[in-house]
């Protein structure tokens, strides 16, 4: 057992050695954080505990804007859950974070009926999270002046996955190449674009952009289809097979957002 934990434990202080050092030159790294409600999730105490503990300490550590968010009633996708993004500017704070979090008495008493929860009464099924580093065509969070007043605005999380490490490189190098500034043009606006270091879906990439309602979301992306920049692209041969699932969820923002 010793032998094991020694192996994990060193195995860990490499992995984040090699990321450090592969990663030295990234802006941001966003860890995306999926809370499953599931049949027994109490989401009040989750708003709660994200709005009156975990970001206010988040904030005491210099760390946000953190955005919080739920699927929409017409999201294909993941009802029944909070998607948490939080943006770090070291891969050392994802670390540190945690640590913080356990030596703030402010935290630990806002967050103490959440973290009392016990099995028979859980706040939520589970957490999946990934942790994702900024690409090149986007390297810090973005949000735009007037969003947070804009009671109808409409978020987009999309998530590309690839069949191999080899076609999701080529896939960073498209969206590096070009596919963003069609983006902007089209009225796609993103907040953060990320490729994904460590998760349950890779190789994959994934972004997050903002509308100021429906409509124009669903006629920023029939322009971007449209865009003869986007036509050449797309049919790059290079690119061809890049993207083998798209996951998308149309989203809401809550309340308390600060994305």
Known sequence: MKRWMTFGWTAAFCLTACLQSAMSFADEYYEVRTIVLGDKGDATAIDQYLEKALIPALERQNIGP?????PKENSETKAGSVFVI???????????SRAALAKD???????ADYLGRDAKSPPYSRISSELLTAMDCWPKTVVPDGTLENDERVYELRLYESANERLGDLKVEMFNAGEV????DSGIQPIFIGLALVGPQMPSLTYLTVYKNEAAREKAWDAF???????????NPRYGGTVSRIDKFVLSAKPYSQM
């Not at 953190?66 to 739920?70: L, M, S």
């Open 181 to 184: 500034p069609i983006f902007l």
């Open 86 to 96: 939080i943006p770090f500017t070291e891969l050392g704070q994802v670390e540190t």
């Open 225 to 235: 289809r449209a865009h003869p920049d986007w036509k050449v692209l797309s049919k």
């Open 105 to 111: 008495s402010e935290y630990q008493n806002a967050a």
């Open 66 to 70: 953190v955005g919080v968010f739920a």
